[in-house]
């Protein structure tokens, strides 16, 4: 890729080379063989299995628990602890947009993100087929989960190097967004804060 490329340009070369789709393909593929994995060990009896290929399977049991967060933020806050324990996400500020004055002042400096956005054409162009249950056995499945994992860390190392290059792109931090004939990229800010512990 040249360097002299903009981000959009640098998307739109990553798109027609090929590289987003075989990315999108390894992910469906993981996804798929994680579901076959978890097929095959769904009655074992035990927690955590060596299906092979320096591969462990664990079972962890998901913990689920219902809080009055209402009254819990309402405690807290009349203690004055709430903006030392909080956790400040955007689903909080669109719930209680009155959060941001609260945690105004530790607000850190902003950082930004890379988010590619595809039109029609981009999303026609990097269209994987449906992934289809696997039926294949345990073993099959733990050597295909190998050679994903190899090549799902390369690919996605290969994309993120490219926001790196693309976050550098001088026009992308002047407008903000760049389109290509395969979409959009955008560079968002992150909303960071500073959690004081107690």
């Known amino acids: 890729m040249n360097s002299k490329q903009n981000a959009a340009e640098l998307m739109e070369t990553f798109i027609e080379t090929g590289s987003y789709k075989h990315l999108k393909e390894l992910t469906a593929e993981r996804d798929a063989l994680k579901k076959n994995i978890y097929q095959n060990l769904i009655d ?16 962890i049991p998901k913990k689920v628990y219902q809080y009055n967060y209402h009254g819990l933020n309402e405690y807290l806050y009349d203690r004055g602890l709430l903006q030392k324990v909080a956790r400040l996400t ?14 105004e002042t530790y607000s ?7 988010k ?11 269209k994987i087929g ?17 050679q994903n994992m190899d090549q799902l860390k390369v690919a ?43």
């Open 44 to 59: 074992h009896e035990a927690k955590r299995v060596e299906i092979g290929y320096n591969l462990v399977a664990k079972f």
């Open 90 to 103: 955007t689903a909080n500020l669109k719930q209680d947009p009155n959060l941001l004055k609260i945690f």
């Open 108 to 114: 850190l400096t902003s950082e930004f993100y890379i």
């Open 116 to 126: 590619p956005t595809l039109n029609k054409q981009g999303r026609d162009f990097v």
């Open 130 to 146: 449906e992934s289809k249950e696997l039926q294949i056995s345990l073993n099959e499945a733990a050597e295909k989960k190998r």
């Open 156 to 198: 996605q190392s290969e994309y993120d190097l490219l926001k790196k290059q693309m976050k550098k792109c001088q026009r992308l931090q002047m407008e903000k967004k760049l389109s290509h004939k395969y979409g959009s990229v955008s560079l968002l800010q992150k909303r960071l804060f500073m959690i004081a512990t107690i």
